[in-house]
């Protein structure tokens, strides 16, 4: 079965720190850029950050620069999102995205999403 599969969400306090994955399952993520994003309630989804195939990010949010940070390791077919400094603004489902091609591009295509993560910031 071909999947994304997000984990390490929850509820976490402000100023608290989150590091979701993104374990692909049934297809090799190494030749495919990663992508986060996230939809807060009532609002669109929007895209936070993209991590090629050779390690290179690129941001997309300025919401999250300098609090999150993307990575990925191929060996374990998985990606990342370390997410520091939490606010309550940041709570939402949070998606992981794999590429069709080895760069980040600004309008995808994407051929697999995860299910989400829910991320809560709150005291």
């Known amino acids: 079965q071909l999947q994304l599969v997000e984990s390490g969400g929850g509820l976490v306090q402000p100023g608290g720190s989150l590091r979701l994955s993104c374990a692909a399952s049934?297809?090799?993520?190494?030749?495919?850029?990663i992508s986060w994003f996230r939809q807060a309630p009532g609002k669109e989804r929007e895209r936070l950050l993209c991590i090629s195939s050779s390690g290179g990010s690129t941001n997309y949010a300025n919401s999250v620069k300098g609090r999150f940070t993307i990575s990925r390791d191929n060996a374990k077919n998985t990606g990342y999102l370390q997410m520091n400094s939490l606010k309550p603004e940041d709570t939402g489902v949070y998606y992981c995205?794999?590429?069709?091609?080895?760069?980040?591009?600004?309008?995808?295509?994407?051929?697999?999403w995860g299910q989400g993560t829910q991320v809560t910031v709150s005291a």
């Open positions: 995205a794999a590429g069709r091609h080895p760069l980040c591009s600004n309008y995808g295509p994407w051929d697999y």
């Open positions: 049934g297809f090799t993520l190494d030749y495919r850029a």
